[in-house]
């Protein structure tokens, strides 16, 4: 499975962005995906996971409330709402083998090319 994140850009504090996530050469629709994130000089975070179905979804702390996830058949989706300068990263979505996700960075083998993100102040 090839992974492709794409909608990433500039945008001021309070702001929004829709990351999408979608992937080649065959679906990932029996896979859970995960959003992940670095920051320069930092490792790479967890930031969201969706279920294979979607009915389970995980978000990390600094995010809950103000980012979404989901999926439909084709793609799957990071609504980014009230966006802070400390979001600013490149996001990567992930898929794993397991149809349930997983904060955890190993769980997932399969990575697309990362969207950079950046939040001004």
């Known amino acids: 499975v090839q992974l492709q994140a794409f909608g990433g850009g500039m945008v001021q504090a309070g702001g929004s962005l829709r990351l999408s996530c979608a992937a080649s050469?065959?679906?990932?629709?029996?896979?859970?995906v995960g959003w992940f994130r670095q920051a320069p000089g930092k490792e790479r975070e967890f930031v969201a996971h969706?279920?294979?179905?979607?009915?389970n979804t995980a978000y990390a702390d600094s995010v809950k409330g103000r980012f979404t996830v989901s999926r439909d058949n084709a793609k799957v989706y990071l609504q980014m709402s009230s966006l802070k300068p400390e979001d600013t990263a490149v996001y990567y979505c992930?898929?794993?083998?397991?149809?349930?996700?997983?904060?955890?960075?190993?769980?997932?083998?399969?990575w697309g090319q990362g969207t950079q993100v950046t939040v001004s102040s």
């Open positions: 992930a898929a794993a083998q397991s149809p349930y996700g997983s904060r955890h960075t190993s769980q997932y083998h399969y």
């Open positions: 050469r065959r679906t990932f629709s029996n896979n859970a």
């Open positions: 969706i279920s294979w179905k979607g009915g």
